[in-house]
């Protein structure tokens, strides 16, 4: 909920700047406004706007990517489940319980970190706690392969196993690098300017007020869709987990 209460702070910011560009107005001496003081305020807040437009590209695009980024960490690390799996498969039947409690495991990491009626442990929090490949690693040393084939499985195995779990910290290390704030303030700061000089110059009227306020709701939710694909595993908008559930439904067969 905390994207969702920036969002606000954020509107509410806005929309105090348009008000307050309202309030001045009536204040300032006519010469304040006169037709050559438009021009140049236009022109400072062209500026300010082209300002604002190039940060919130630029969020936009980091948050796209850390996005994209991980729809592809999921979709490899289904894959590699099921590479997992079929070759547990192929070791024989010593490994039947061994993948049965991989696919049960798995199945039960995806519902937690998916999860919206637990959100306290459900996203990345549910991904930290997750030991199940380290685990895994302990069962497959348990293994006593009879013949070279098996031998060659197993460390086949053990390869992968250690390949998801390496990724699965890089996922957390990851998301740790949140969006500098700083980029945030100044953008926030910047837009207050510009609906300010929007504000000195709109005519007081309900169809002026409420324009403007739907460019403030608009700005508002950029910067809240910004901010929950930056944290791709939590929150309102999260990656598919549909690689993962294939997987689950090609594992143990």
């Not at 890089?170 to 953008?187: H, K, T």
């Amino acid at each position: 909920m905390i994207n969702l209460e920036i969002s606000l702070v954020v509107l509410l910011c806005l929309m105090a700047g348009f008000l307050a560009g309202l309030s001045m107005a009536r204040r300032l001496p006519d010469h304040h406004l006169s037709k050559e003081s438009q021009d140049t305020i236009k022109l400072g807040a062209s500026i300010v706007a082209t300002m604002s437009a190039l940060i919130l590209g630029l969020l936009v695009s980091s948050a796209k990517n850390s996005f994209d980024h991980m729809n592809a960490s999921i979709a490899q690390s289904g894959a590699r489940l099921i590479q997992l799996d079929h070759l547990l498969a192929e070791y024989g039947p010593d490994t039947r319980a061994i993948r049965d409690q991989l696919k049960n495991s798995i199945g039960g990491v995806v519902k937690d970190v998916w999860s919206s009626t637990t959100p306290r442990a459900s996203g990345l929090k549910a991904l930290e706690k997750t030991t199940i490949m380290l685990d895994l690693q302990s069962q497959l040393q348990t293994l006593t392969p009879q013949t070279e084939e098996q031998k060659s499985v197993l460390n086949q195995s053990q390869q992968i196993a250690t390949a998801i779990w390496q990724d699965r910290l890089l996922v957390v290390e990851e998301q740790q690098e949140p969006i500098p704030m700083v980029f945030l303030v100044l953008l926030i700061f910047w837009l207050t300017l510009l609906f300010l000089s929007f504000g000195l110059f709109a005519p007081p009227n309900v169809t002026v007020m409420m324009v403007l306020l739907m460019c403030a709701v608009a700005v508002a939710s950029a910067v809240f869709l910004i901010l929950e694909m930056s944290h791709p595993l939590d929150g309102l908008i999260k990656v598919s987990n549909a690689p993962m559930l294939k997987a689950l439904e090609l594992m143990g067969h």
